[in-house]
């Protein structure tokens, strides 16, 4: 009888640890700079050739990249990249490149709707190359889409001269992010009619933190704090978007839709460094100026020799020893970072620990 107990306990922890769906086996990805360098729209943050690719590949991995090793994949290749067969698309797309003409403008929506159309017309295509009906709905129930917009457009809505007063003519500054919060919102929808049914929402990091937002607001703080009125704006920002994914869950039937807090992991990282190994959290790993935020990075010897103990790595993103962090907070059932499920349980892939 004294092995009963051990044995329920054991068995509970097999449930709660049980996959809620199939392994994913592909991965499509949406949105900005925090999706894919070639995103970027910010002149300031000079990550990026003209070409598209990242000015230092090797440098880090940004957090889907991450999330696609978790999920044993490769990282998701830009959609520029492929030849448009649905054999190459099939374990998944990064669909986050700056059109013609972007770099200069905060956020067009038309962005998202083209990424938007691009991932419909891809599990459209999915479709139609399958075997069988059942075949494409295992290919669409099979893949997962994570959406990471925000972080770009409130860079520049938090900027400094013309281009910032300019952003949200009409809406003003939390006006702006009610918008932007329900078109993203919108998109998941749309993504769930054309056959997505694992959906993660990333919300946006806090950039009142950041080395640029720190440097133009250097009146503001001490170099210990942060800029309030921004972390506030992205902060309702985030409160809006997960309230809609959250009006959206009983709407969109056999869906998973799961909100991660990038604004709740950032600042731990942040207000604890020490704790998690680093050394700054403040200052950009490759950056000039105070915070190292007046200059982007656009040369290798720009770069800090640790970056691993840089929460920051240029003037809005982050390294990839914190972005790592991000990864593992979002997968851990042990935290609150995602809501309502882990990633791990999302995607299939749970392992069990004793």
């Keep these: 009888m004294a092995l009963l107990p051990l044995l329920l306990l054991l068995l509970l922890r097999l449930v709660a640890s049980a996959p809620a769906s199939s392994p994913a086996t592909a991965l499509f990805v949406l949105g900005d700079s925090t999706a894919s360098c070639a995103a970027t729209t910010l002149p300031l943050n000079v990550s990026f050739t003209s070409s598209g690719p990242c ?4 440098g880090r991995r940004l957090l889907p990249d991450l999330l696609a090793a978790k999920m044993g994949l490769p990282p998701p290749p830009l959609v520029s990249t492929l030849n448009g067969t649905a054999v190459e698309a099939a374990k998944g797309v990064n669909f986050a490149e700056a059109e013609e003409g972007a770099r200069g403008m905060i956020f067009r929506m038309g962005a998202v709707g083209q990424q938007l159309r691009l ?3 891809t599990l459209q295509q999915l479709r139609l190359e399958a075997a069988t009906p ?57 993504l769930y009619e054309a056959g997505a049914r694992r959906t993660v929402v990333m919300g946006v990091a806090p950039l009142g933190c950041a080395p640029r937002v720190m440097w133009e607001g250097l009146h503001l703080v001490d170099g210990r704090s942060c800029v309030d009125e921004a972390n506030e704006l992205v902060q309702g920002y985030n409160a809006r978007l997960a309230a809609q994914l959250e009006a959206l869950r009983p709407r969109l039937p056999g869906a998973d839709i799961v909100f991660c807090d990038i604004y709740k992991a950032m600042m731990e990282m942040i207000t604890h460094p020490a704790r998690y190994g680093f050394d700054e959290a403040r200052k950009a790993c490759c950056g000039l100026g105070p915070f190292g935020g007046t200059i982007g990075c656009f040369t290798k010897e720009m770069v800090c020799p640790t970056p691993q103990r840089h929460v920051w790595w240029d003037l809005y ?10 990864a593992n907070w979002s997968w851990s059932a042990h935290s609150s970072v995602c809501q309502p499920i882990n990633l791990e349980t999302l995607t299939g892939h749970t392992s069990f620990s004793y």
């Excluded at 000015?55 to 090797?58: G, N, R, V």
């Excluded at 129930?141 to 860079?155: N, P």
Aim: no cysteine; hydrophobic share 45%.
């Design 317 to 326: 993103s982050a390294t990839e020893a914190a972005s790592s962090l991000v």
């Design 55 to 58: 000015l230092f590949p090797s």
């Design 119 to 121: 991932a419909t017309e």
């Design 134 to 190: 059942q075949d494409a709905d295992s290919a669409a129930a099979g893949a997962v889409f994570v959406l990471s917009f925000g972080t770009d457009a409130y860079a520049r809505l938090l900027a400094r001269g013309p281009e910032a007063d300019a952003s949200a003519p009409k809406h003003g500054r939390r006006g702006f992010g009610r918008l932007l919060a329900d078109r993203v919102a919108r998109t998941v929808a749309e």
